[in-house]
């Protein structure tokens, strides 16, 4: 099994910055791509941003130029610095990674269990 653990969430006034920070562990042979969804109340869970294992990047075009995703491979972490932050980014963030836990296994999709993001007015 492989365990996300997210961390970095709270509670930021409009403008503000905040940097989450996720950690992948358990039975890892290797990982594909790493990113970062949101869900809101009432909505459904959207992409923010996700990177590749060769470093591409796919942003949602709500966060282009505020937000940046990093990766520490070696580490099996990956990070979201978030900037100009505005109430319409509230949201509970959750880390996704696509794991290969074995040369032998498929690729599997895992999930943090989510950190909330309060952006106030």
């Known amino acids: 099994q492989v365990q996300l653990v997210e961390s970095g969430g709270g509670l930021v006034q409009a403008g503000g910055s905040l940097r989450l920070s996720c950690a992948a562990s358990?039975?890892?042979?290797?990982?594909?791509?790493m990113g970062w969804y949101r869900q809101a109340p009432g909505q459904q869970r959207e992409l923010v941003v996700e990177i590749t294992s060769g470093g591409s990047t796919n942003y949602a075009d709500s966060v282009k130029g505020r937000f940046t995703i990093s990766r520490d491979y070696a580490k099996n972490m990956v990070y979201l610095q978030m900037n100009s932050l505005k109430p319409e980014d509230t949201a509970v963030y959750y880390c996704?990674?696509?794991?290969?836990?074995?040369?032998?296994?498929?690729?599997?999709?895992?999930w943090g269990q989510g950190t909330q993001v309060t952006v106030s007015s």
């Open positions: 358990g039975r890892i042979f290797s990982i594909n791509t």
């Open positions: 996704n990674a696509i794991v290969r836990s074995s040369w032998r296994d498929p690729e599997t999709r895992y």
